[in-house]
């Protein structure tokens, strides 16, 4: 019931295109769903959060949608760059004082391709 | 250097050795975590300090291993009587927010290579 299960393990783009990246979990007690974005040989970064309350929330290039219902979410990276080539974790905490305790997904290796 | 600090980057060691790892979190954060990332899989939880306490140490796989914080600020992770198994990337975060939601900020991580 912790796991986050996280689709697919590899995706390749062309640049310009749409990058998309999909989550689902059965926790119902999580209430914070963060991505972080890895490069290589470095640690995990934040890229955008959402929390239940809504179903969507945008920032610049990236998107996350939530569908509370069916317990599952989705990043998607508009314009997909070279430079967005990285490991996407999508992750999940039941907030409060466990905000910090995350269940990470088994993350996506997305390759933009010039 | 204003982000975490983890050392060393890379530790190689033989099965059955001890070895400490270090995480210097950013100054004034109070919430300090350690995570375990295997080759090709997701971080995993280890431990959570709040202060100099563990509020929760519920993902230490089993009792070779331990954290301490002592002063609030550095903390470091021991591995005792080291297995194979035990080589991964073990990284810090820390964050400023007292567990009322927030960005966690991960350091680059020490890579455990068990021999």
Redesign the interface.
Known sequence: QQQVK?SPQSLIVQKGGISIINCAYENTAFD?FPWYQQFP??????LI?I?PDVSEKKEGRFTISFNKSAKQFSLHIMDSQPGDSATY?C?ASA?????????????TILTVHP | GAG?SQTPSNKVTEKGKYVELRCDPISGHT?L?W?RQSL??????LI?F?GTGA??DS?LPNDRFFAVRPEGSVSTLKIQRTERGDSAVY?C?S?S????????F????SRLTVL
């Open positions: 996280q914070y040989g470095k640690g995990p970064a934040l959060a929390r974790f992750a907030g409060g004082t466990s905000y910090g305790k995350l269940t990470f997904g088994q993350g | 975490v919430a975590y995570y090709g899989q997701g971080p995993e939880f959570y709040q509020a929760d993902g990284l975060a964050s927010n007292r567990g009322l939601g927030g960005e966690l991960f350091g680059e991580g």
